[in-house]
């Protein structure tokens, strides 16, 4: 069965930092990309970085270029996110998801997400 776990999140003042972390199981975690998704409240889901199966490949939304690194540790079965520089409009509920191939038939999962704010 596959499980998403996500912790880090919390309450942080403007330009701060967090490291948020996703630990993964029942399913092959080194065979898949994962991402980070994040919904602000009264706005829909959105992609915020990528990273694929070996971790040398990623991808990351504009508003978060140069400020999220997106990494994963495959012996710990583990994705990070780390946030820097911290804005208000970060504020939102943050969430890993992969899709994950069962039965030659590909399905999305997702974990119960961790909130972030950012407020002073």
């Known amino acids: 069965q596959v499980q998403l776990v996500e912790s880090g999140g919390g309450l942080v003042q403007p330009g701060g930092s967090l490291r948020l972390s996703c630990a993964a199981s029942?399913?092959?975690?080194?065979?898949?990309?994962m991402n980070w998704y994040r919904q602000a409240p009264g706005k829909e889901r959105e992609l915020v970085a990528t990273i694929n199966n070996v971790g040398v490949s990623t991808n990351y939304a504009d508003s978060v270029k140069g400020r999220f690194t997106i990494s994963r540790d495959n012996a710990k079965n583990t994705m990070y996110l780390q946030m820097n520089t911290l804005k208000p409009e970060d504020t939102a509920v943050y969430y890993c998801?992969?899709?994950?191939?069962?039965?030659?038939?590909?399905?999305?999962?997702w974990g119960q997400g961790t909130q972030v704010t950012v407020s002073s």
């Open positions: 998801s992969a899709v994950v191939w069962e039965r030659f038939t590909p399905r999305r999962y």
């Open positions: 029942g399913f092959t975690f080194s065979s898949y990309a």
